[in-house]
């Protein structure tokens, strides 16, 4: 159970002594969004998170919409436009549905890694700080988790307990998404099946100096949770401000993430939706990061001869 509180500054905040980060996995299965860097959020912005997809010649109308998995589930409610998008659809695709995740769920644990080997990668500093969240949060078991899997995870619990306003729900805003659309009985298709899997070969794919951005990484939102610093909650407000660039000309290839994240997927995603976008009206949510750069599903669409047009919400 996790353990909320707010300080007397008004800011929510999480007690890590209450944190059992190993039951967690399900956050690090479903928040791939960050490709294990923080989405960029620049001044030249496309003031939107819902797109409209149209195939020249086809009746058929599709909409990609770019979800931020931990922000309050209250956002997706109060924008309108979007829920009536989505209830005007037939199909919703997600990442992943609940039901795959709960019954496909398996331990990210990596028997490649281990105290000795994290050690290895840890300066002085690092390995101080590290040492002191294991020690609050009562558990060593990550450990035996590689530098993604702790990545995610431990950037989920920052965003989602100390930058989120409303923790009222632990719902993940896909999921609500999706719960939403099913209360119409719509046809609800997962994207992906096994995230655990493409975790661990991302995890084994990793060159030396991409653990080690990795850990330079967790160890700040390590960091910003033990002193509770909140300087890095600046994307939430972003997000939810629709300040966000999503970068079209930019070449994901030449970035340091791992791109079995970002680019495998999305290619796998594409070959998905571009049947379907012809035969359905369609509903995408996945996590908005999905929508950037010049392999994301926007520009790869465009490239397929579709077009697609912001809708300001």
Same mark, same amino acid.
């Given at each position: 159970m996790l353990e909320l509180y707010k300080t007397t500054g008004g800011g929510a905040h999480l007690s890590l002594h209450a944190i059992n980060l190993q039951n967690l996995k399900k956050y690090c299965q479903i928040l791939i969004l960050l490709c294990c860097s923080t989405?960029? /959020?620049?001044?030249?912005? *496309?003031?939107?998170?819902?797109?409209?997809? &149209?195939k020249p010649g086809n009746t058929n109308v599709s909409y990609l919409f770019? *979800?931020?998995? +931990?922000?309050?589930?209250?956002f997706f409610d109060a924008l309108a436009i979007a829920n009536s998008k989505?209830?005007?659809s037939d199909i919703l695709y997600v990442e992943r549905a609940k039901q795959v995740s709960d019954e496909s769920a398996t331990s990210l644990k990596n028997e490649k890694w281990n105290p000795a080997k994290w050690k290895? +990668?840890?300066?002085?500093?690092?390995?101080?700080? /590290?040492?002191?969240? *294991?020690?609050k949060s009562e558990d060593t078991s990550l450990y035996y988790y590689a530098?993604?899997?702790?990545?995610? =995870?431990?950037h989920a619990l920052y965003t989602k307990y100390f930058c989120e306003d409303d923790y009222s729900s632990l719902e993940l805003m896909d999921?609500?998404?999706?719960?939403?659309? &099913?209360?119409? =009985?719509?046809?609800? /298709?997962?994207?992906? *099946? &096994?995230?655990?899997?493409?975790?661990?070969?991302?995890? =084994?794919? =990793?060159? +030396?100096?991409?653990d080690s951005l990795l850990i330079a990484g967790c160890i700040r939102y390590m960091s910003n949770m033990l002193d509770e610093n909140l300087e890095d909650c600046d994307i939430i407000s972003k997000y939810k401000k /629709?300040?966000?660039?999503y970068d079209f000309e930019t070449d994901f290839t030449k970035s340091k993430s791992p791109s079995v994240l970002l680019i495998e997927r999305n290619n796998l995603w594409i070959n998905i939706l571009k049947k379907s976008f012809v035969k359905n009206n369609c509903f995408v949510a996945v996590g908005l990061r999905h929508l950037f750069y010049q392999q994301g599903l926007i520009q790869q669409l465009r490239k397929l001869g579709f077009t697609v047009e912001p809708v300001f919400v």
């Open positions: 989405p960029s /959020f620049a001044q030249t912005v *496309t003031k939107t998170l819902l797109w409209e997809v &149209r770019g *979800t931020f998995h +931990y922000v309050s589930t209250k989505l209830a005007q290895s +990668y840890l300066s002085q500093a690092q390995d101080s700080i /590290f040492k002191k969240f *294991t020690s530098p993604l899997a702790v990545s995610l =995870n431990v999921h609500h998404i999706e719960s939403v659309a &099913r209360k119409t =009985n719509k046809k609800v /298709f997962s994207l992906d *099946t &096994r995230q655990d899997d493409i975790i661990h070969a991302a995890s =084994n794919a =990793n060159s +030396y100096s991409q /629709f300040d966000i660039d």
